[in-house]
């Protein structure tokens, strides 16, 4: 018997605070070894308010996408244009859902999504510390093309690779 297939669809009203849930599980398995707990803490407070979600998905800039198995995410996504260029700024997958090829299907729908508003290029900034993440979206064709610490504010500081891929 095959194993059921999440679905992938465009972020609604109804799941945002679902979403806000997997995302504290998901870096909670991901991001104690490389950032501290209070960093984690203060980056899901401000990236994952429901609030500024909900702005962010009536804003045409900006799209979000779930992968959702039985109405209960596994995975999302979500990707800004910025000038003539598209800022993959989130893709997470449940880590009982990894190397399932959701996180596969969630890149392919941000890379449609860029190239309909004619972005030319695709980047996005990854945890140096996170090779996982590092070697995926190399497997998806990304390329390291800086690294740098940015400064987020509060004493905490962001030490990441600077990724790339044409669209």
């Given at each position: 018997?095959?194993?059921?297939?999440?679905?992938?669809?465009?972020?609604?009203?109804?799941?945002?605070d679902a979403v806000c849930a997997l995302?504290?599980?998901?870096?909670?398995?991901?991001?104690?070894?490389?950032?501290?707990?209070?960093?984690?803490?203060?980056?899901?407070?401000?990236?994952?308010?429901?609030?500024?979600?909900?702005?962010?998905?009536?804003?045409?800039?900006?799209?979000?996408?779930?992968?959702?198995?039985?109405?209960?995410?596994?995975?999302?996504?979500?990707?800004?244009?910025?000038?003539?260029?598209?800022?993959?700024?989130?893709?997470?997958?449940?880590?009982?859902?990894?190397?399932?090829?959701?996180?596969?299907?969630?890149?392919?729908?941000?890379?449609?999504?860029?190239?309909?508003?004619?972005?030319?290029?695709?980047?996005?900034?990854?945890?140096?510390?996170?090779?996982?993440?590092?070697h995926a979206y190399q497997k998806y064709?990304?390329?390291?093309?800086?690294?740098?610490?940015?400064?987020?504010?509060?004493?905490?500081?962001?030490?990441?690779?600077?990724?790339?891929?044409?669209?």
């Amino acid at each position: 018997m095959r194993e059921a297939q999440p679905d992938l669809h465009r972020l609604t009203p109804d799941e945002v605070d679902a979403v806000c849930a997997l995302a504290r599980i998901i870096w909670q398995a991901t991001y104690p070894l490389l950032i501290s707990q209070a960093q984690i803490d203060a980056m899901l407070a401000g990236r994952y308010a429901p609030a500024r979600i909900r702005e962010q998905m009536d804003d045409p800039r900006h799209a979000w996408w779930v992968a959702d198995l039985d109405h209960v995410p596994v995975g999302f996504a979500h990707a800004y244009l910025e000038n003539a260029d598209c800022k993959l700024d989130k893709l997470y997958v449940h880590p009982d859902w990894q190397h399932r090829g959701v996180g596969g299907a969630l890149m392919r729908e941000v890379e449609a999504w860029a190239r309909t508003r004619s972005a030319g290029r695709l980047w996005l900034q990854v945890n140096r510390g996170n090779a996982r993440a590092i070697h995926a979206y190399q497997k998806y064709g990304y390329r390291i093309v800086a690294s740098q610490v940015f400064d987020i504010g509060d004493g905490f500081v962001m030490d990441d690779h600077v990724m790339e891929k044409l669209v």
